[in-house]
Nanobody, 124 residues
Framework: QVQLVESGGGLVQAGGSLRLSCVASGRTFNRYAMGWFRQVPGKEREFVATIYASGGSPMYADSVKGRFTISRDNAKNTVFLQMNSLKPEDTAVYYC?????????????????WGQGTQVTVSS
């Protein structure tokens, strides 16, 4: 059974930083791309970042490019999202997700397994 467990969310002031982690189990981690998405109440889940199974070719939403960095440690079955220069509009529940393929996608439909989410709140 695949499990994805996120951690690292919290409350931070605008301009601050947070590092999210997501530990995966139950599936060969280094075979699948990983992604981060976020969602606020009343809105659709939004793509944030994704990374290939190998750890290459990261892709980012325009809204976070230059501020967020996705990375992974395949030896520890973990994917990270380093978030710098946070803005109030980054406030959301952040989800990590595991793809059905080794290559990345910005579509949530390409991800079969999801974590429970971690709340990130950025105060102004």
């Amino acid at each position: 059974q695949v499990q994805l467990v996120e951690s690292g969310g919290g409350l931070v002031q605008a301009g601050g930083s947070l590092r999210l982690s997501c530990v995966a189990s139950g599936r060969t981690f280094n075979r699948y791309a990983m992604g981060w998405f976020r969602q606020v109440p009343g809105k659709e889940r939004e793509f944030v970042a994704t990374i290939y199974a190998s750890g290459g070719s990261p892709m980012y939403a325009d809204s976070v490019k230059g501020r967020f960095t996705i990375s992974r440690d395949n030896a520890k079955n973990t994917v990270f999202l380093q978030m710098n220069s946070l803005k109030p509009e980054d406030t959301a529940v952040y989800y990590c997700a595991q793809s059905v393929a080794f290559y990345s996608s910005t579509s949530p439909n390409a991800y079969y397994y999801w974590g429970q989410g971690t709340q990130v709140t950025v105060s102004s």
